[in-house]
């Protein structure tokens, strides 16, 4: 057998005896992403809010699913993977927002000409997000706070939540309007999207 054809029966080996071994794995865990159950085994990490997730040798983990543990949401927020494992880090979700994924026209009764007329009821989706009030300094390989008043909020990429700039949320019972989003994390239309929020201030 050549060098070449022995590296490849020990690779072969070796992923069949993780994936023979997968689901007797004590931290294995039958998760739903994206509405879909997916086996994956789930470790903790350094940080009490991230775990780190391994799947099967055949699945294809995108970054920005929305995954279910423990009754509680989270982001996967990166994704890797070698010759025998697939895996990502997620992070726990601790905000849910409204966001607008669509509008319909509904009638609403004649005007005085006798001509029908109709209303715009705005369509919103919940969908689970990450509130952070830090950033992460590639200089400084650390987490800086934010100037004071801002707000970074990680959500998944949705091509049609229409999303824009000066749009206003309420975030813990406070008023914040988009001055920011930061696509820089989708890739081919499947990442995660980070909205800048600043605190709005009314005038007196």
Not at 85 to 100: D, E, L, Q, S
């Amino acid at each position: 057998m050549s060098g070449k054809s022995a590296v490849e029966a020990q690779l072969n080996e070796a992923i069949k005896s993780f994936e023979r071994d997968f689901n007797t794995s004590p931290s294995y865990y039958s998760v739903d992403i994206d509405g879909v159950m997916v086996d994956t085994i789930i470790n903790k990490k350094t940080k009490y809010d991230e775990k780190l997730v391994n799947f099967r040798h055949g699945y294809n983990p995108l970054v920005g699913s929305v995954v279910t543990y423990k009754d509680n949401k989270y982001l996967l927020m990166e994704t890797d993977e070698d010759d025998i494992y697939r895996f990502g880090v997620m992070k726990k979700c601790n905000y849910i927002i409204p966001v607008k994924v669509g509008e319909t026209k509904v009638f609403a009764g004649y005007d005085h000409n006798g001509q029908p007329y109709y209303t715009t009821e705005i369509e919103y989706e919940d969908v689970p997000c990450i509130i952070d009030s830090k950033y992460y300094s590639s200089n400084d390989n650390a987490q800086l706070p934010l100037p004071e008043g801002k707000l970074s909020v990680y959500t998944k990429y949705v091509p049609d939540s229409n999303i824009q700039t000066n749009e206003e949320y309420v975030l813990y019972e406070k008023r914040y309007i988009v001055a920011d989003i930061d696509y820089t994390k989708v890739i081919n239309g499947v990442g995660v999207i980070e909205i800048i929020v600043e605190r709005k201030v009314d005038k007196e």
